[in-house]
């Protein structure tokens, strides 16, 4: 998937499956992969999950970045080429790599081509989401600021929303409510 905004944020879903009896290695090297990639500009965070038996075989490194630029610094650095041709001998393939940006990341599955759940679904839990977060930033930061102009206010709390949204709250409200946004396909 091409990205063509810089100015968005952006997310690199990769999966990895390891041969069996290397986990203990891999995770190591998962812990130096990640401690490398924070010294990149524009570096915000990554995420490791694990295999978990009868559901999924790989692992999955999630890595955020500010913008596509940045991401791309990281994803061509002569820190990360080494770091992978370290890991050659642990994993079975190369690795599956997603590039994903804005809104789409809060409802992907890491590991698979770009699918979101239903729309009814992502509106459900994005609505709740933001009723929650407007009643409390209204509850809380609105006596703070009241003095300022309407539009300011605004201003501040729809950047404050868009941010934990993003950052904090869907990617745990996915997870919680992963069970009922992806449910798994009954065999008969």
């Known amino acids: 998937m091409e990205i063509e905004q810089n100015e968005q944020f952006v997310t690199v879903v990769i999966t990895q499956l390891v041969k069996p009896g290397c986990e203990t290695a891999y995770e190591a090297w998962l812990k130096e992969i990640t401690r490398v990639s924070r010294a990149y500009v524009g570096h915000m965070g990554t995420n490791v999950i694990c295999?978990?038996?009868g559901v999924r075989n790989e692992y999955v490194i999630i890595f955020r970045f500010d913008n596509y630029e940045n991401l791309e610094v990281w994803m061509t650095s002569?820190?990360?080429?080494?770091?992978?041709?370290?890991?050659?001998?642990l994993v079975e393939s190369d690795p599956y790599v997603q590039k994903i940006s804005g809104l789409e990341?809060?409802?992907?599955?890491?590991?698979?081509?770009l699918k979101t759940?239903?729309?009814?679904?992502?509106?459900l839990l994005?609505?709740?989401?933001?009723?929650?977060?407007?009643?409390?930033?209204?509850?809380?930061?609105?006596?703070?600021?009241?003095?300022?102009?309407?539009?300011i206010i605004s201003l501040i709390i729809t950047i404050i929303m868009v941010?934990?949204?993003?950052?904090?709250?869907?990617?745990?409200?996915?997870?919680?409510?992963?069970?009922?946004l992806y449910p798994k396909s009954r065999k008969i």
Not at 126 to 148: D, S
């Open 51 to 53: 295999p978990q038996l």
């Open 105 to 113: 990341a809060w409802f992907s599955l890491p590991g698979q081509s």
């Open 163 to 180: 941010l934990l949204l993003t950052y904090v709250v869907m990617p745990r409200v996915s997870r919680l409510f992963s069970f009922w």
């Open 126 to 151: 994005t609505w709740g989401a933001v009723y929650v977060l407007i009643n409390l930033l209204n509850a809380f930061l609105v006596p703070l600021i009241r003095g300022l102009p309407p539009l």
């Open 117 to 123: 759940p239903p729309r009814y679904k992502t509106a």
């Open 78 to 89: 002569r820190d990360r080429e080494h770091l992978l041709n370290q890991s050659k001998h």
